[in-house]
């Protein structure tokens, strides 16, 4: 049972300040289902590498991992990758589907079976599974992993 009191005095051995992220690769992937992941975003600012101004819609889908080695390895029950989509939108704020562009997004509904008309974004929700290739994005606040690629199970 937790005791406020004995958590207030007790002395702790220093702490990880990093959490070790899934290692590069392929792995299976269900994404979450929690609507709010499905709100998009504004990305706007200036670039630090090209100095250049940017401003785009994206949306940033939670998946889990399904490889219960990863799960192991990292000593979680569960493990999750991020997938950020950037989105092509008309100026009524609709999805493009025209040539180059959402292909990302085309992408995963294509490796989720649901590339086909009629489509809606809340299809995504629980959606899977489907293969996600992980590669390591390294910034000044760590090494974060993202899923790069998608396709489907064959």
Known sequence: MFDPNQFMSSAVDPMNTQMEVVPEGDYRFLIDGDPKQLTPKNLKG???????????WQI???????????KQKLGRDKVTVRLRLNLDLDATGRLEVGA???????????????????????????????????????????????????????
């Not at 200036?46 to 785009?56: A, V």
């Not at 629980?126 to 199970?153: C, E, L, M, S, Y």
């Open 46 to 56: 200036i670039s630090q590498r090209t100095n250049e101004p940017y401003d785009f």
């Open 60 to 70: 940033e889908l939670l998946c889990f991992c399904l490889d219960d080695a990863v």
């Open 100 to 154: 180059n562009k959402n292909i990302g997004l085309g992408q995963l509904r294509d490796a989720l079976g649901q590339n086909k008309p009629g489509w809606s974004p809340q299809m995504l929700l629980g959606a899977g599974p489907f293969i996600g290739k992980v590669k390591h994005n390294t910034t000044d606040k760590g090494t974060f992993a993202d899923i790069q690629r998608v396709a489907r199970i064959s």
